[in-house]
């Protein structure tokens, strides 16, 4: 007993260690030196095509996943899969928008939903999520991949810079993130906190 006991603490410890160490951020091309001076960036999420832990699609693990709860109890997979969803609205995206801006207060530069007036817009990518999981002695954070392109607004296929985070940790401290969609929603918080941090550095 008391070497489970041990190898869960262990298991634990690794599973959040990764919040400790900075997040890296990668300019894969580009430069982000258009967005000194300015206030507003405009900012866009795209969910179009990422793979969910051993599943390729987002569809796939979402019809297993759903299959498997209206199995055990009819309907809750259906609510599950539209909490999965809405989840990217009432969570993750005012969480990456939240830290995102708190980072960026003394630039005064923020990032606003549904703002195409902006000269620019940062359209963030999810292409890869690992949902983690917590059962109470065992846990594993979550972890993202983001691919973030800076775009001019009137032209989006003219891309400035693309940004690459990958295996961004989500999870809270002390253990009580349950909930998929809270684990998640810290590797957004995370990331937007990380991305401002980046740009701090190098706008002027």
């Known amino acids: 007993m008391k070497n489970f006991i041990y190898a869960a603490a262990i298991a634990f410890t690794v599973c959040g260690a990764s919040e400790s160490f900075a997040q890296k951020v990668n300019l894969e091309s580009g430069d982000v030196a258009v967005l000194s001076g300015q206030k507003t960036v405009n900012i866009e999420y795209d969910y179009s095509e990422f793979g969910v832990g051993k599943f390729a699609t987002e569809k796939e693990y979402l019809d297993k996943k759903a299959a498997e709860?209206?199995?055990?109890?009819?309907?809750k997979g259906d609510a599950w899969k539209k909490t999965w969803v809405d989840d990217r609205k009432n969570r993750y995206e005012p969480k990456f928008e939240e830290l995102f801006n708190k980072g960026l207060e003394d630039k005064?530069?923020?990032a606003v939903h549904g703002r195409p007036d902006a000269t620019y817009t940062f359209v963030v990518h999810t292409k890869f999520v690992?949902?983690?999981?917590?059962?109470?002695?065992?846990?594993?954070?979550?972890?993202?991949?983001?691919e973030i392109d800076l775009v001019e607004s009137a032209n989006k296929s003219k891309k400035i810079a693309e940004i690459l985070?990958?295996?961004?940790?989500?999870?809270?401290?002390?253990?009580?993130?349950?909930?998929?969609?809270v684990r998640?929603?810290?590797s957004y918080a995370k990331a937007g906190k990380s991305l401002a941090a980046f740009l701090d550095k190098k706008l002027k």
């Open 69 to 75: 709860y209206n199995t055990k109890e009819p309907g």
């Open 108 to 110: 005064g530069l923020t």
């Open 130 to 146: 690992e949902p983690g999981f917590n059962v109470g002695v065992m846990r594993k954070n979550a972890t993202v991949d983001f």
């Open 165 to 181: 985070m990958a295996k961004v940790p989500g999870g809270q401290f002390g253990g009580y993130d349950f909930d998929t969609g």
């Open 184 to 186: 998640i929603a810290e």
